[in-house]
C-alpha cells in the first residue's frame, strides 16, 4: 500500500525523534516527595566504620518538606527546608556538635525504601550514606505483653556479662558499679533484648551525666537537672520526650528509674512518679551503637560523660 508524502514525513520525523533505547524517566517533583515521606534509618560508612544516624520527612503546608535529623552525636535538630530537586533531596544545617566551621550538608535519592547518597560534615569531610525506611514497630491492637523470668544484670562482684568501649572508668565493690570519672568507656550488654521492663537504681554527684541506651539506640537521661523538666533532664528520651515533672532527688541520693519499651512505645518511672506515659520514641539518639531500629539490641551504660553509680539492675524481657 502506498502512503501519501505527508505520513512518510511525519513517520520519518517521529523515528528520527525516538531514542535507540528506552529509559526510565526522571521521578517528578511531587513523586519523590511523596516517596521520600517519613522516617529513614541512615548508615554511614567511614574510615573507622559504619556511623548511624537518622532523619524524618514530613510535609509544611502543600509545597513545602521539612524534618528533623539526629546526627551521630547531639540531639535531634529541625530541618526548615528539604528541596527535591534534579531527582534528589537535599538540606543543609547549622553544626551542632560536629566540628568545623560549615553546614552539614545532605543528598541523597530515593529508591523505593532506600535511600543512597553522601553527607558533608562541617570540617568538610564527605561520607557515603544508605538509609532505609525505619520500621514502625506497632504491635496488633490485641498485643499482650506477657512477661518472662527477671535477668540481673549485675552480679555486684565484676563486670561479666558486660563489654567496655575504649578505656574502661568502671568498678565494682560492695555491690555497686561505679565509673569514677567522666571521659572513660560506655559499657555494652553482651546479651541483646526487644520488648523489656527495666528497674535502674543510680547515683551521681552534683552536675554530672549519664545515660541508658535502650537497644542501644534509644537514650533515657540520667543527669542532676534539678528545676524545670527539659528534654535532657532525668528521666527524659535524650532530645525528643521531655519528662512530666522533674521527680529527682538531687545529688548524691539513691534514685530510681523504672523503664518500659515495648516497640517505640516507653514509659518511664523516675522515683516512682511516672514522667512519660506510653509516648512514641520517633528514632535513635545521638551516640547510638547502631540505626538498625528493627533488630534486638544491648544496654548501654554511658561512661564518656560523667561519674555515676548503679545497683540492682533488673530486666524482664517480654516472652
Not at 518472662?148 to 555491690?175: C, T
Amino acid at each position: 500500500m502506498r502512503r501519501p508524502l505527508a505520513a512518510l514525513l511525519a513517520l520519518g520525523l517521529a523515528l528520527a525523534g525516538a531514542p535507540l533505547h528506552s529509559a526510565t524517566p526522571a521521578p517528578t517533583k511531587s513523586a519523590m516527595e511523596e516517596a521520600a515521606l517519613g522516617r529513614w534509618d541512615i548508615t554511614l560508612r567511614t574510615p573507622d566504620g559504619t556511623a548511624p544516624s537518622w532523619l524524618e520527612i514530613r510535609r509544611s503546608g502543600s509545597r513545602t518538606l521539612v524534618g528533623q535529623f539526629v546526627g551521630v552525636v547531639g540531639s535531634a535538630r529541625p530541618v526548615s527546608h528539604i528541596e527535591a530537586k534534579d531527582g534528589e533531596l537535599r538540606f543543609s544545617i547549622p553544626a551542632q556538635w560536629e566540628n568545623g566551621a560549615e553546614d552539614l550538608s545532605f543528598k541523597a535519592r530515593v529508591q523505593g525504601d532506600r535511600m543512597t547518597g553522601s553527607m558533608t560534615f562541617p570540617d568538610r569531610k564527605r561520607y557515603e550514606l544508605t538509609a532505609a525506611r525505619a520500621p514502625s514497630l506497632r504491635k496488633p491492637a490485641n498485643n499482650i505483653v506477657r512477661w518472662g523470668e527477671p535477668i540481673r544484670l549485675l552480679n555486684g562482684k565484676d563486670l561479666s556479662g558486660w563489654r567496655m568501649q575504649g578505656d574502661s572508668h568502671w568498678e565494682v565493690a560492695d555491690g555497686v558499679l561505679r565509673n569514677t570519672a567522666g571521659g572513660g568507656a560506655n559499657l555494652v550488654t553482651e546479651r541483646k533484648f526487644t520488648d523489656f521492663k527495666l528497674h535502674v537504681e543510680l547515683r551521681l554527684p552534683a552536675g554530672s551525666n549519664s545515660g541508658v541506651y535502650l537497644r542501644g539506640r534509644y537514650e533515657v537521661q540520667i543527669a542532676d537537672a534539678r528545676g524545670e523538666p527539659a528534654s535532657d533532664g532525668l528521666g527524659a528520651v535524650y532530645g525528643f520526650i521531655a519528662p512530666s515533672e522533674d521527680a529527682g532527688k538531687g545529688p548524691n541520693q539513691w534514685q530510681s528509674l523504672d523503664i518500659t519499651l515495648v516497640g517505640r512505645r516507653i514509659t518511664v518511672m523516675v522515683n516512682g512518679k511516672t514522667v512519660i506515659c506510653d509516648q512514641e520514641i520517633p528514632g535513635i539518639t545521638g551516640g547510638a551503637l547502631d540505626s538498625d531500629e528493627g533488630a534486638p539490641g544491648p544496654l548501654l551504660l554511658q561512661g564518656d560523660h560523667g561519674a555515676v553509680e548503679f545497683r540492682n539492675l533488673v530486666l524482664t524481657p517480654a516472652q
